[in-house]
């Protein structure tokens, strides 16, 4: 079963998070995903928006990529402060991380 097929987002736009209150700045996310992650001068995760602009606003996010998302999924699920929260743009619903079902 595929990511998108084990989330149930077949196709719908995703976007990502990240806690800093949480974050331990491991630097996992980084690791996977550094299209999408990148540790601060402060130690702490944030994402990337357009042109790799950290977006350091708390609540800020980023769209998913969809060739990267086994990669984000796998930074939300190896996330040692479980602070990395994936979720469906069309209704809010967080389909990895700490908060998904």
């Known amino acids: ?29 980084a ?10 001068i402060d130690g702490l995760a944030y994402v990337k928006g357009p042109a790799d602009v950290l977006l350091q606003d708390r609540g800020a996010t980023a769209p998913v990529p969809l060739p990267l998302l086994t990669d984000i999924v796998d930074s939300a ?9 994936v979720r469906r743009v069309s209704d809010m619903v967080e389909v990895y991380g700490p908060d998904s079902e």
């Open 1 to 29: 079963m595929s990511v998108q097929q084990e989330a149930g987002v077949g196709g719908e736009a995703l976007e990502v998070w990240i806690d800093q209150d949480l974050c331990t700045g491991d630097g996992i996310c």
């Open 77 to 85: 699920r190896e996330c040692p402060g479980e602070c990395i929260h």
């Open 31 to 40: 690791q996977y995903a550094p299209e999408v992650f990148e540790l601060d």
